[in-house]
């Protein structure tokens, strides 16, 4: 029974095939069928060329019977050869032919070939050759082509026995005959039956191949996290997309989406709860935007080729499905548009625009969805040349060091200055920090502008001090960002280093927003730089929602006040209590104090009345280049 069963089992294992083994199977045929061809092809020409040549036997050419038994015998098993030939090449190269027709061209060939092999092996002489010759038939019909293995052991069995039978009835017959006959047949049987199973494992060895590498190549169209297209794949394919004649590119756009407050849901349920929310975000996109193509961009942004109609509702029904999702944070979504206008467009261009546009609401709640239009190309044009150019820039001196001065409060005397970035492109003129600063930041570039500033800074103090210059304190800002990309500690002590200036001249400024977040690889900078024996300044402190938050977590030595509490000095009646009450709490920790954006003699008279030691602003300077700061760097004081 068990022996049945194993039986069973491989029966269904060699005969179980897959389209792509058949296919297999039916070009190894083909390339078979041109072996086959040429080989039996070359030798009945051979063979019908020497019947009406061989010496010695004209009587026999004259003889009619002869040649209608012999050479037609030749011609047809030539006819059969070449038309599997035939057939073979032309599927091969790419014609489109009926695999009946091939099964047919198969099986025909291979009858011809065993009654030929049978007709002559019973009508020669010479019988030791010509059983020779129906056993080299045989390996040609059952061993080079594929043969499924009943059809293989039925054919085979058929041929060998019509070849018992001629043999008994001409005479032939032997009892070694029939042993040796019968080892023939099951060699044959199985030779042809080795072959089928050796290709159907080399077909089916390499439909597994085919499987991996499309799963692969698939695994590499999609977005690990959320199961949605990649932007590699997205943009391959919108370029197939955009370039189709079936494409109607007036009713086509590109969607960048963002989801709003997606950072705050992060801080509050943790990066795998976040993970999972995107996951169903994705789900929703794809479930909404059925028949469009969409990807994963990065985070929480996604993008979209759609169809105009009904996008925005499309839009809409995404927007409050993800509110849904998490009512309680506020979530939705922000979507900027762009429509292309030629399928020329490039799908990484078109979804630089849509983000753009995003970008433009994404501090505005009363609108969620807006069009890329002419107003924001501008904008965008300059945003890509600050992108593209800021190496460039940098390189070439556009961009170059202003100081502005920082003074004492008691008797505005210099003790310092700031060191300011300031872009004068030639082709586009100047640039506004308030302009590069954040694309820089955006677009994680910030880092090259800052040690570059840090570099100029350095070097500008060595020459100073190599001139006798009397040199003063520098302070440099620096984005939450850098220390992210770079080891801002090494990179500051470098420059130090390689100019051989004391560490008391260079202060260290970030802002107080970019310490909002928790994150202890900043803090443990932060520490660093101090321990080593750099100041650290808060900037712009107030600018924020979590002053005193920073004041409790983070270790600082100068607490620089945002301009903003002078902009309304005389107007805003509670601007002067608070900045008392800031300056009060500045002392009490154990921090000194510098306020920003001090224009008018009346704020630097309050100011200093109320203790705060340092001051800034266009009273006592504007920013200015190294030349002209130079110049006042002996002076005993700045104002009046």
Excluded at 12 to 19: A, N
Excluded at 95 to 115: E, P, T
Excluded at 438 to 465: G, Q, T, W
Aim: hydrophobic share 45%; charged share 20%.
């Amino acid at each position: 029974m068990r022996f049945i069963q194993y039986a069973k089992e491989f029966l269904v294992r060699i005969t179980k095939t897959s389209p792509f083994i058949k296919e297999y199977l039916f070009r190894a045929n083909l390339k078979s069928g041109i072996y086959v061809g040429v080989i039996v092809s070359v030798l009945e020409i051979w063979m019908i060329i020497s019947a009406f040549t061989a010496k010695g036997d004209a009587h026999v050419i004259r003889d009619g019977y002869w040649i209608l038994t012999h050479v037609a015998s030749y011609i047809f098993l030539l006819f059969a050869a070449s038309s599997i030939l035939v057939y073979s090449i032309l599927c091969l190269i790419g014609r489109k032919l009926s695999r009946r027709l091939g099964y047919c061209l198969k099986g025909i060939f291979s009858f011809c070939s065993v009654v030929f092999a049978l007709y002559i092996s019973s009508i020669s002489s010479d019988k030791i050759g010509f059983t020779f010759a129906f056993m080299t038939i045989g390996i040609f019909t059952f061993c080079l082509f594929n043969w499924h293995p009943i059809s293989n052991l039925l054919f085979s069995s058929l041929s060998f026995l019509a070849f018992f039978i001629l043999q008994k009835k001409f005479g032939n017959l032997t009892y070694s005959m029939m042993i040796n006959g019968f080892t023939a047949w099951l060699m044959l049987f199985v030779a042809g039956l080795n072959v089928y199973i050796q290709r159907k494992t080399d077909a089916v060895r390499e439909e597994s191949l085919q499987e991996m590498t499309e799963q692969l190549i698939e695994k590499n169209k999609k977005d690990e996290l959320t199961g949605l297209h990649n932007m590699i794949h997205f943009n391959h394919a919108a370029e197939i997309i955009l370039h189709s004649e079936f494409t109607d590119i007036s009713n086509l756009c590109f969607v960048f989406v963002d989801i709003e407050n997606f950072k705050n849901y992060n801080e509050k349920y943790g990066f795998k709860a976040g993970s999972e929310f995107l996951v169903k975000a994705s789900d929703i996109i794809r479930d909404v935007f059925t028949a469009s193509l969409s990807a994963r961009l990065s985070d929480d942004h996604f993008v979209i080729l759609a169809k105009k109609d009904s996008l925005m509702d499309k839009l809409t029904q995404v927007r409050l499905r993800i509110k849904y999702e998490e009512s309680s944070m506020n979530l939705g979504i922000k979507a900027g548009i762009f429509s292309p206008k030629d399928k020329d467009c490039s799908p990484t261009l078109a979804c630089d625009h849509a983000r753009y546009a995003c970008a433009t609401i994404k501090k505005n709640y009363g609108i969620n969805f807006i069009e890329y239009d002419d107003s924001m190309n501008e904008d965008f044009k300059k945003k890509q040349y600050i992108i593209n150019n800021i190496e460039s820039a940098l390189m070439r001196g556009y961009i170059q060091v202003f100081y502005q001065p920082v003074v004492w409060a008691k008797d505005a005397t210099l003790c310092g200055a700031e060191a300011l970035a300031r872009w004068n492109d030639p082709n586009v003129g100047f640039l506004s920090p308030g302009v590069f600063v954040p694309i820089l930041e955006e677009y994680h570039l910030i880092h090259k502008l800052d040690l570059f500033m840090l570099d100029m800074v350095c070097r500008n103090l060595s020459e100073a001090k190599a001139l006798n210059y009397p040199i003063v304190p520098v302070s440099i800002n620096f984005s939450r960002l850098d220390f992210q990309l770079t080891d801002l500690v090494s990179e500051v002590e470098r420059c130090i280093n390689k100019y051989g200036i004391d560490k008391e001249l260079i202060h260290i400024e970030i802002t107080e927003s970019a310490l909002s977040d928790s994150d202890s690889k900043l803090k443990n900078a932060l520490e660093s730089l101090r321990s080593n024996g750099y100041d650290l300044w808060l900037d712009d402190f107030g600018s924020g929602y979590s002053g005193l938050n920073v004041l409790k977590d983070f270790n600082f030595d100068m607490m620089k006040i945002d301009m903003k509490f002078l902009q309304e000095f005389t107007e805003n009646e509670k601007t002067q209590p608070i900045l008392i009450s800031i300056v009060e709490l500045a002392n009490k920790i154990g921090m000194n104090t510098l306020t920003e954006g001090v224009e008018t003699e009346e704020a630097y008279k309050f100011l200093k009345s109320i203790g705060c030691q340092r001051l800034q602003g266009c009273l006592f300077g504007k920013p200015m280049p190294k030349e002209e700061f130079l110049t006042i760097l002996k002076k005993e004081k700045l104002f009046p």
